[in-house]
């Protein structure tokens, strides 16, 4: 899927992060390109339909939300474990703007 040398674009860091996060999953057989479509175009149908983001924003997203589901799907880590780090992870976004 990746192995063209195609650029991509990002507009936030937390985008290309969660692309190389799963690019690693499936280098590490944690998930297969056909699996992962699937689950990518569930989660953009979801967030499309629900209209809950702007513009392009839709798309990572809800690649950042399928990427979760692997996670927790695989037993990589439990719905409270990414509960937990994304709460300490606000706390640090607040605590580094002010």
């Not at 937390?14 to 699937?38: D, K, M, R």
């Not at 967030?47 to 513009?55: D, M, R, T, V």
């Not at 997203?61 to 695989?74: M, P, S």
Request: hydrophobic share 40%.
């Amino acid at each position: 899927m990746f192995g063209n040398k195609k650029e991509h674009n990002f507009n936030e860091k937390w985008e290309a992060q969660a692309f190389v996060l799963v690019c690693h999953l499936n280098e590490l057989g944690y998930i297969s390109w056909p699996e992962w479509t699937e689950l990518l175009s569930k989660h953009l149908r979801l967030h499309k339909k629900n209209q809950e983001f702007p513009g392009n924003r839709p798309y990572y997203v809800g690649w950042l939300a399928a990427a979760e589901e692997i996670l927790i799907q695989n037993g990589l880590v439990t719905s409270d474990e990414l509960l937990r780090k994304k709460e300490d992870l606000q706390l640090v976004d607040l605590t580094n703007h002010h």
